[in-house]
Every structure is written in C-alpha cells, then in structure tokens.
C-alpha cells in the first residue's frame, strides 16, 4: 500500500492535464460528435507526455531542478520570458477556470448557482497550498479524482458492442456532416490538452518538492507510467460513454450534466454521486496545479526559493504570487465568464509555449554534465525529436485552425 | 581566486544562485567583467542579480519595460542590482554556492518586502509543513 501512495503525484498531474474542467467538458463533446475516431489522439498524447514528463522528473531527480529553471538556462532570458509570459497565461487561465469549474462541480450537487461557490473555493485551494503538505495534498485529490473511474464502470454496464468501439478507435475518420477544419481543430485541442507545459512544471517540482534523488527514479518512472495512461483512460471512458449514448440521440454538450448523463443512466444517482465526488477532485487537483505551476515557473524564472518545503516566510515572494494568483482567477471567473470557453481559447496561447518548454527539457536530459549516466537513451532521443516536429507543427497550425472553426462550432 | 576558466555564457549566466544554507538566493543575471590593461583576458570581479541586472542585460524595448516595473516597484535606496563577489563564491556547477547567508547578502530586498508587508501578517507563516 505505501508503493500505491507513491504513485499520486503522477496521477494528480494527469488529472490536471486530462481531465480538468475543460478536457472533461471537451472530451464528451469529442465523443458526441465524433465517436471515437479521435481516439488516436489521446493515445499520441499520452505516449507524448510520457516522453517528456519522464525526462523532467529524471532531471529533477538528479539535479534538484525544476523545469523551468532549465527553460531559463538552456533558452537563455529572452526566449525563456517569452515562455515565461506565454506559458503562465496559459495557466492562470487555466486555474481561473477551475476555480469556475469546482464551483459548477458544487452547482451540479446543489442546484445554487455556481458564482455564489466561487469565493469560497478560491479560499481553500489557497488554504489547501497554505497549509497542507504537499504529499498529503496530492494523496488526498490523486485518491478522491479516481471517483471518475465511474466512467469505465458506466461503459462496462452500458454493454457495448467492444468490437465496432475498436473499429471506430482504429479507423478513425471524420463522420458525415462534421468537416475537416473542425475534426483537426479537435484533434490538436485534445493534443494541446494532453501535453499542456503546466504539467511538466508541476510534475518536475513536485519531484523537488518530495526531495527525489537518484535513487528515486524507480519511483519517477512509475509515478509517469501509472498516472499519464491513467489519464488517458478516463478521458477516453468520457468520450466513449458520451459516443455511446449521447451520439445517437443528437444531444449536443456544453454543460457539466451532460458529460455525466450517460453514467447517470447506466449507474443512477449513485454513479451521479461519485462523479460529482469525482468532478470536485479533479477540478480541485487541476486548481492546485496551476496555481502552484504559476508559482513554480515565476520563481525558477527569477531564481527565487520556492516551494511547500520551507515555511511560508522563507518563499515570500513564490507564495505571494500564488495568493495573487488564485485572488486573480476568482476575480476572471465572477466576470460570469464560461470557465468552459476559457480553457479552450488558451489553446492559443498554449502553442507557443509548448515547443519552448520541451525542447530545453530535451536538451539537459542529455546533457553529461547534468544527468551523468541517467542522460537520455537513443531510442527516447529519437523519438522526443519527431515529437518536437509535430509539437512545432501543432502550434504552428492552432490558431489558423482556431479562427477559421471559430473554435470548433 | 584565479585560475577559473568556464565558458562564462554557458557554466555561469543564468545559473542559479544558493546559499550556505541551500536556499535560493537569485541567478546570476549578469556579470560584471575588469579588463586588464596588459591585454590578460577579462575576468568576472562580480555577479549581478535582481531585475534590474536582468534588464540591462536584455537591453531593448523588453529591457527598458523590466528596467522600469523594477524600478518603479524598489525603493529609491535599491535601484541598483545586488552585487555578489567572486570571492564570496565557493563553488561553479550546476548552481553556483556562495559563503554567506541570504540576509548577509543583502541582496534580498523585494524578498524581504513581501515578506514583511504580506506573508506575515497571515497566520502560519513561519512553519514548515512536511
């Protein structure tokens, strides 16, 4: 049981990336529309984020580092503030809108709007980054957000046919009335998801923050190879359910309820009861992690002590930022702006910080100097590169894809 | 304190900064060179740290923008970028270690700030949670 415990700061990251409220809302609707023919993606996705989050833990474990101090050093302090700037946009987007979304996760059990739930979350995830240790903290919503599993046990008793599901995964093509822009769109947007750089941020200093070593990395490779395929699962659990259920009666999904409708129809309030558990956690988890990935970035950027090891009054700066942060994103969210709406659109956003996150991470994990003989086989080399190419072609083709399906309409 | 030759772009810009303690002092932001008149190579004497090193450094219209938030937000009496001697520095790896604490230093001003007028005033602030 004490290995299983070990195994929650890569599941929490993964939640973060995969199903945060925006990916959750977005893979029902990718399943709605589309089936499983985009099931390719995520599978891509998660082999990508793999890749790289191995190789960030693996630094982090040698060297002490997180990643952004090797965006810094390795980018230089130009490239590395336009990742800077891109890449923290990206995030406190993010973290806006899962402050929105737990709030929606508590409108869903309550039926009060979510607006009035808004200042009170954004009070405890500070609370939560204030106060609580930082394993007991990824124990608790790593644990609490695999409630999502409710999912592939919805898909298990909707009873369907697994092998025309595997034909859709395996022969993926656009279905009819659905056009080529908008199949694309959603490709790299699920992309985008799997591999956002706040991840490999949180992931990276997380390792720092549990004082990793060398003789850690049995641990690191675990924590990757549970938690991302992990993800992966329960996003695709979402768009099956949703492929199953709401593709043939037409209903079409933009709110929270619908992406549980299928598991509530197979499971009942019971199903409805450990989703909404499960819905919280994960937007939770994914707040904790952007707002402690702002932090994280900021302060390795600028060279300051950062981090949940030390007393509060010795990060001064790092928590200040994280306070900001969070009082910031509450602020975006009671604009009454689509929490939704807004992880989509810092897709944008996203595209440039992606390449300049990754290549650095590349860089040092080959680096003798840094990683000694835990540097990067030929075979990961190899295999990082032709994911930094379609890493740069994705980023290179969002925002024409963005504008001309005005965000997959 | 001679006979130390790295690749100054390379092993010392941008590196991060630590203490006796190992906590984070700052990055080495800039450096600041003698050149000998005998036509000896040129020497670091100090490491610069702080925005305002950062943005001298970078120069141009990004430079002049950090150089003005940093300005605007210091004091009139920490204008200038912290200056840490080579002297000081015990060790150039993959972090650079220096032999004084970061209060010693003195370079820690805006730390010191929010510390003080923020971090403080909230309640459990000084302890550590494992």
């Known amino acids: ?409 | 304190m001679t006979g130390r030759v790295r690749d100054l772009a390379l092993h010392l810009l941008d590196r991060q900064v630590v203490d006796t303690e190992g906590k984070a002092v700052g990055n080495v932001d800039d450096v600041e060179l003698v050149v000998p008149e005998d036509g000896s190579p040129p020497y670091v004497v100090a490491i610069l740290t702080g925005p305002q090193a950062l943005a001298r450094r970078l120069g141009g219209l990004l430079g002049q923008w950090l150089g003005f938030w940093s300005h605007a937000l210091s004091r009139p009496d920490s204008s200038e970028p912290g200056r840490i001697p080579m002297e000081l520095v015990t060790d150039i790896d993959t972090q650079i270690t220096v032999a004084r604490t970061r209060q010693e230093l003195g370079v820690h001003r805006n730390e010191d700030r929010a510390r003080q007028y923020l971090i403080l005033r909230i309640p459990g602030a000084r302890h550590a949670r494992q």
């Not at chain 1, 399943?31 to 793999?50: D, H, K, Q, T």
């Not at chain 1, 799997?194 to 850690?216: H, Q």
């Not at chain 1, 950027?301 to 200040?320: C, E, M, N, S, V």
Request: glycine share 10%; net charge negative; hydrophobic share 55%.
């Open chain 1, 1 to 409: 049981m004490k290995g299983l415990l070990k195994v929650f700061l890569g599941v929490l990251t993964a939640i973060g990336g995969f199903v945060d409220i925006g990916d959750l809302v977005a893979n029902a609707v990718v399943g709605a529309r589309f089936g499983l023919s985009l099931a390719w993606v995520l599978v891509a996705g998660v082999v990508g984020i793999c890749l790289f989050a191995d190789m960030s833990g693996r630094v982090a474990a040698v060297t002490g580092r997180g990643t952004f101090d090797l965006v810094r050093e390795r980018l230089g302090p130009r490239a590395g503030l336009a990742n800077l700037v891109a890449s923290t946009f990206v995030t406190f987007l993010t973290l806006a809108a899962e402050i929105g979304g737990v709030a929606l996760a508590f409108e869903l059990a309550t039926s009060v709007s979510y607006l009035l739930f808004v200042p009170l979350v954004a009070f405890l995830v500070w609370f939560v980054i204030w106060r609580m240790p930082f394993e007991k903290m990824e124990q608790a919503f790593g644990l609490a957000g695999l409630c999502l599993l409710a999912f592939a046990v919805a898909l298990w008793q909707l009873g369907p046919d697994w092998g025309e599901l595997f034909r859709q995964a395996s022969h993926p093509s656009v279905p009819d009335g659905e056009g080529h822009p908008t199949y694309w769109f959603y490709a790299i947007s699920l992309f985008g998801a799997a591999m956002t750089p706040y991840e490999v941020f949180f992931f990276s200093s997380g390792a720092v923050e549990e004082g990793w070593t060398r003789k850690d990395l049995k641990t690191e490779r675990l924590n990757v190879y549970v938690g991302f395929p992990l993800g992966g699962v329960l996003s695709l659990a979402i768009a099956a359910t949703s492929a199953l259920v709401l593709l043939p009666q037409g209903i079409e999904v933009d709110h929270l309820d619908q992406v549980a409708l299928p598991t509530v129809l197979a499971l009942g309030k019971i199903g409805l009861a450990v989703l909404i558990v499960g819905f919280v956690a994960a937007t939770f988890g994914a707040a904790l992690e952007t707002a402690l990935s702002t932090g994280y970035s900021l302060a390795q950027y600028l060279g300051w002590q950062w981090g949940k090891r030390t007393a509060p009054k010795d990060a001064a700066r790092f928590h200040a930022v994280v306070l900001v942060a969070v009082v910031l994103g509450a602020m975006l969210v009671l604009t009454t702006l689509d929490p939704v709406k807004v992880t989509e659109y810092s897709l944008v956003f996203s595209a440039i910080a992606l390449p300049l996150t990754y290549f650095p991470i590349l860089v040092v994990a080959n680096d003798p100097e840094y990683m000694a003989e835990s540097a990067n086989g030929r075979v990961v080399n190899a295999l990082a590169t032709g994911y930094l190419v379609l890493l740069t072609v994705v980023a290179l083709a969002a925002i024409p894809l963005m504008i001309a399906t005005k965000a997959g309409q």
